[in-house]
């Protein structure tokens, strides 16, 4: 009968543990890697977010200087009539322009900042303009659905 030596027990243990180290360094690296990609793209995704509010931002300060400047035409055309009416809605115009203003000078992060301090400091008259805003886009988006429905059904009534 040959005997057969096995090796020591402590070199098969070094080399266990020796072999447990590395997968545990390979498993930190990858979970290092994991945490520098998933930072690179939520920067990539902000970076693009910021883009696009930016954009809408620019957007909606043209159309409220647009609205404000129909509004001062309203005005005008009131002042021979009713004045003082007219002294109102030119007030209205003016704090239009006010706000098409802001929304240009300011950056998206300093508009978001101030809408939550004004949040802060008036809950309920914030929470009252939200609810108002919301009733009249709803109301808004609605007549204009409705418009758009008018306008595809006349068109296929007319075979186009």
């Known amino acids: 009968m040959e005997f057969q030596e096995e090796p020591p027990r402590n070199v098969e243990d070094a080399r266990e543990s020796i072999a447990a ?17 998933i930072a690179e793209a939520t920067e990539t995704a902000k970076a693009h977010a910021r883009r696009i509010a930016n954009r809408q931002k620019d957007v909606g300060a043209d159309t ?18 009713m004045p003082q009416v007219a002294s109102y809605v030119h007030g209205a115009a ?24 004004f949040a802060r400091a008036q809950p309920a008259l914030f929470f009252g303009g939200a609810a108002l805003a919301g009733f ?25």
């Open 21 to 37: 180290e590395r997968i545990a360094e390979d498993i930190a690296s990858l979970g290092e890697k994991a945490k520098s990609n």
């Open 64 to 81: 409220l200087g647009e609205v404000a400047g129909a509004v001062r035409g309203a005005a005008r055309a009131l002042e021979s009539g």
């Open 94 to 117: 003016a704090r239009l322009d006010e706000v098409a203003g802001t929304l240009r000078r300011q950056s998206v992060d300093e508009l978001i900042e101030g809408i939550g301090s």
């Open 136 to 160: 009249a886009l709803t109301r808004f988006l609605k007549s204009s659905g409705h418009r758009a429905g008018q306008g595809w059904r006349q068109a296929n009534a007319r075979g186009q």
